[in-house]
């Protein structure tokens, strides 16, 4: 069946590093991937998405191709903030045929990023 | 600022005691989601809604959980009787349509203890 995995984490940068958290995915079919964020306490909230092979989804300096080769989404960030602190999911949804939007999530990487 | 809310945010009860916790989604939205995190397993698909209509509950212990929608400003998820491993943060969400593209909107969730 599909599956996303992820690294492991935790991930501990300092302030202003260069961020990498790589997400591989196995699906039929034509997935939407996606990347969702939780701050302590909170639900999820997306954080970015792209739809097709070769899109590029970004936000709040975020960014993450999907690599229908490699059958990667991985998010990077060039410079990470204290305020990014949170875990972030890998989530691929069903094909376009429109037959679901289940999402399944990767287990989730943590990222602390001290001053 | 439409919001998926949730109740209650924080439950503690016993062993055996019945548990309902509700949902009410972004309104418009036509998919409701009820998904568990624990350390454990991660997030975990539980039941999902479309126009109200249960589509899948595989994800579910049907011995003991059920997932109704009385009506399209809410959902909800009952516990009878709860065990010490139900214990977890439940997620509600919701979202338009099915098509794979679509984001989910995650309420802040219930966190469960069950002594």
């Known amino acids: 069946g599909d599956s996303v995995t992820q690294m492991e984490g935790p991930v501990t940068l300092s302030e202003e590093a260069c961020l990498t958290i790589n997400c591989t995915y196995t699906a039929t079919g034509y997935p939407s991937l996606f990347w969702y964020v939780q701050y302590p306490g909170e639900g999820l909230q997306l954080l970015l998405k792209?739809?097709?092979?070769?899109d590029k989804g970004s936000n709040k300096g975020f960014e993450a191709t999907y690599r229908k080769e490699t059958t990667s989404f991985h998010l990077e960030k060039g410079s990470v903030q204290v305020s990014d602190s949170a875990v972030y999911f890998c989530a691929l949804s069903g094909d376009q045929t429109g037959a679901t939007n289940k999402l399944i999530f990767g287990t989730g990487t943590l990222l602390a990023v001290q001053p | 600022d439409a919001r998926v809310t949730q109740t209650p945010r924080d439950k503690v009860t016993e062993m055996g005691q019945e548990v309902t916790m509700r949902c009410q989604p972004i309104?418009?939205?036509?998919?409701v989601f009820w998904y568990r995190q624990t350390m454990m397993q991660g997030l975990e698909l539980l039941a999902y809604f479309r126009n109200r209509a249960p589509l899948d509950d595989s994800g579910m212990p049907k011995d003991r959980f059920s997932a109704e929608m009385p009506d399209a400003t809410l959902a909800t998820l009952k516990i009878q009787p709860s065990e010490p491993r139900d214990s977890a943060v439940y997620f509600c969400?919701?979202?338009?349509?099915?098509?794979?593209?679509?984001?989910?909107?995650f309420g802040p969730g219930t966190r469960l203890t069950v002594l």
């Open positions: 792209a739809t097709k092979a070769d």
């Open positions: 969400a919701s979202g338009e349509g099915l098509a794979g593209y679509n984001e989910q909107f």
């Open positions: 309104l418009g939205h036509n998919t």
